[in-house]
């Protein structure tokens, strides 16, 4: 009978663990093909790799706030713009799309260098989010 040893614990320099920690900020991505690719993407990720890769239960949390954070702050700025449409002839419609795209374009960007971060083996934390998942 040969000598049974327990599987090694994923490090955090583990290609596998860099590459799961990649994937819960990446896959947020999908959200250009499928609306709501933004939030079940890091989720699922996030819910089936999480006990057996502590990190990836930062990388996850980190991700599927920043994900929450973007919808809420891009329907705020929709709604806010069709209320003060009226009172400025059209005007806030223009604002709040113009603003909608740059936080889209900010949002791209955060994405791509988190997953930049993780792959490389580090922990980027987002700026300006709300932390809704502790």
């Known amino acids: 009978m040969e000598n049974a040893s327990p599987l090694p614990q994923p490090g ?11 994937l819960a900020h990446a896959i947020s991505l999908t959200g250009l093909v ?3 690719g933004f939030i079940l993407g890091p989720l699922i990720v996030w819910m089936i790799q999480r006990e057996r890769y502590p990190s990836v239960d930062q990388h996850g949390k980190e991700s599927i706030n920043l994900n929450l954070s973007m919808l809420i702050y891009q329907v705020g700025l929709a709604v806010g713009g069709f209320l003060i449409a009226l009172p400025t002839c059209g005007v806030g419609i223009w604002v709040a799309g113009v603003a909608i795209l740059l936080l889209a374009a900010a949002h791209l960007v955060l994405v791509i260098v988190a997953s930049a971060q993780a792959w490389s083996g580090g922990f980027y934390r987002y700026p300006y989010i709300l932390r809704l998942i502790k």
């Open 34 to 36: 499928t609306v709501v």
């Open 12 to 22: 955090p320099d583990n290609s596998e663990t860099r590459l799961w920690n990649t």
